[in-house]
């Protein structure tokens, strides 16, 4: 079971993160299609993207950032 870190950014907003537990990503984007109420396209045209995913807890205290902050100038 991993934890699916969704999230949404437009240029008009910022919704997440949605956290879903599921054992692929594929099931993590039918649970995201079935709460949001659209078809798992729909919702990647509306810009909704997995920020990260967690396989398993950090053994030590840690933060953990979404994986296109690696990308990002912090």
Same mark, same amino acid.
């Given at each position: ?11 008009? !907003?910022?919704? $997440?993160?949605? @956290?879903? =537990?599921?054992?692929?990503e594929e099931e993590a984007? /039918?649970?995201?299609? !079935?709460?949001? $109420?659209?078809? @798992?396209? =729909? ?7 997995? /920020? ?19 990308? /990002?100038?912090?």
């Amino acid at each position: 079971m991993k934890l699916f870190f969704f999230e949404q950014v437009t240029d008009e !907003e910022f919704v $997440g993160p949605v @956290i879903i =537990a599921a054992p692929t990503e594929e099931e993590a984007w /039918a649970l995201l299609a !079935e709460r949001e $109420g659209k078809a @798992i396209a =729909a919702l990647r045209e509306d810009h909704w993207a997995i /920020a990260q995913d967690l396989a398993a807890i950090p053994h030590r205290s840690t933060v953990v950032y979404p994986s296109h902050y690696r990308r /990002a100038i912090l």
